[in-house]
């Protein structure tokens, strides 16, 4: 069974700082991985995707990381804000059936100042 | 929420009414989903559809059905609802292509008592 663990389940940090945040899946074959925020009461928004071959991607402040090999992902927060306090949600989409990704259950991060 | 509409946003109901959630899409994607998401378990595919009455089922299909009779409406059916029905129900879009980037409504927050 294709699965999606992240870690932690939560986390609290305080303003300004760095925090990364972890993904490992099982889901084979690969096809990409996304990174998606939810704030609370709101639909989830993708933040980045990173295919078979990419290791490294930065959309601002957030940067992901992939591990193809050791089915690995990171999110890493740089100079962390208030506004990033949401629920980080790591989806891995299969090669074979774009319509089944597998979402996993979420950090929850807060930024507190 | 990229030209997506969820109503109602809020619904109370009683144990053994059917109740129709309806997702309304202003973008023109071919592919339409809907979700529940519940604390401990993320977010979990019930159904979706790659086009004009073509639907198919997610690993949480049971006690739902969808239809979608234009490309910009897509209608999720709870025929007889039950507690364990209670959840966040959010749909998505996605325009073709295998790197899915979903676009999420707001969600509808359905309570069964």
């Known amino acids: 069974k294709n699965q999606v663990e992240q870690s932690p389940q939560s986390l609290i940090i305080l303003e300004g700082k760095n925090c990364t945040l972890q993904c490992n899946y099982t889901v084979s074959p690969f096809s990409n991985l996304r990174w998606y925020k939810q704030d609370t009461g709101r639909g989830p928004v993708s933040l980045t995707i990173m295919t078979f071959s990419e290791n490294t991607k930065s959309n601002g402040r957030y940067t992901a990381t992939l591990d193809a090999d050791t089915k690995q992902s990171s999110l890493h927060i740089t100079a962390s804000q208030l506004s990033d306090s949401a629920s980080y949600i790591c989806?891995?989409?299969?090669?074979?059936?774009?319509?089944?990704?597998?979402f996993g259950d979420g950090t929850t991060l807060t930024v507190k100042p | 929420d990229a030209g997506i509409t969820q109503s109602p946003r809020h619904k109370v109901t009683e144990t053994g009414t059917p109740v129709t959630l309806r997702c309304h899409q202003t973008e023109n994607h071919r592919y339409m989903y809907w979700y529940r998401q519940d604390p401990g378990h993320g977010l979990r595919l019930i159904h979706y559809?790659?086009?004009?009455?073509?639907?198919d089922k997610g690993e949480v299909s049971d006690g739902y059905s969808v239809s979608r009779s234009k490309t910009e409406d897509f209608l999720l059916t709870l025929e007889s609802a039950t507690s364990s029905q209670t959840s966040v129900y959010f749909c998505a879009i996605s325009d073709e292509g295998r790197w899915e980037k979903l676009f999420f409504g707001s969600g509808t927050q359905l309570s069964v008592l």
């Open positions: 559809s790659y086009g004009v009455k073509d639907t």
């Open positions: 989806v891995v989409t299969p090669a074979t059936n774009a319509g089944k990704s597998t």
